[in-house]
């Protein structure tokens, strides 16, 4: 059960890339740390240095691979570098595609400009708004996740999205982050962090000047967020139908999750459960997660959707959504 509670990563990659990552997902050894370090499209190969404060091995440079699209993960003190999506089980590419708490991979299409649970626990509800795009040549929706609505405790309530934007510029901050109703104003300065007097434990931190995050209260939830852009060289390789006034700005997420209860539901919440079973077939090139109507809210706070377990302890009997359309 120990092993289901590790660390899952929400990310947006290309699609192949992923496929092929999936079958390798490296573990931080102890002692190691992690360094999140940005990559600004068209400048590659950004580069970050390990200190080793035990002195048995100099410093090293790390350089982020020229795959690596957003978010290059650093090892240290000893340098090994990651993209984000080669990181952890617990993964959404794309048309979203997810790696489950079991560590197999499936794609959740969702809905243009619908709400989706993705989490739902006795004190935590996390939804996900998604965007989407028609490309009318293949008749294909394509969508992506653009805001995610948590909530926590008696009445806590945490907002957070990428704003829309016609064109992409890595300077500008992109994210809108709010508590409890109230905007959250961090300074553009990485390491930047804020935390609310009414709740100590919950803080957020910049991992960059702007457009990358780390949410985390203390013993519940770690959330790993960066606003990025659909490139127009993504757009022309995948026929996303990327137009002049939308970049279709989007999240990056990663998730840990420390304290689930065995009674978690949701898109990707149900993958944690002890007695969650894989109805999908893992061996197709894009096994969908079927059951939408199932997860659908009606808002980005809502917890209405079928399976909400949400201030309802000890809810049981709603089966598992695993099978394919």
Known sequence: MAARRALAVVWLAAMVLAMAMAAAQPQVPAGST???????????????????????????????????????????????????CDFYPGVSCGDPRFTGGDGNNFYFHGKK???????????????????????????REFTWIQALGVLFGAHHRLSLGATRSARWNPAVDHLDIAFDDDRVALPLADGARWSPASVPGLSITRT???????????????????AVPITAEESRVHSYGVT???????????????ALSDNVHGVLGQTYRSDYVNKLNVAAKMPVMGGAPNFVSSGLFATDCAVARFGRAGTDGIAMVTDAN
């Open 244 to 258: 002049a006034d939308d970049c279709l700005a989007h999240l990056d997420l990663g998730f840990k999750f420390p």
């Open 113 to 139: 400009d619908q709400d989706f649970c993705i989490l739902s626990d006795a004190d935590l509800h996390i939804n996900a708004h998604f965007i989407g795009n028609r490309n009318n040549d293949t008749a």
């Open 208 to 226: 960059a000047r702007a457009n990358g995050v780390v949410v985390e209260l203390k013993g519940v939830f770690r959330i790993v967020a960066a």
């Open 34 to 84: 992690v360094q999140v370090v940005s990559v600004v499209p068209g400048k590659k190969n950004a580069k970050s240095t390990c200190k080793n404060n035990d002195r048995k091995h100099p410093d090293c440079q790390a350089e982020c691979p020229d795959r690596c699209r957003t978010k290059c993960l650093v090892l240290c003190p000893t340098c090994k570098t990651f993209c984000l």
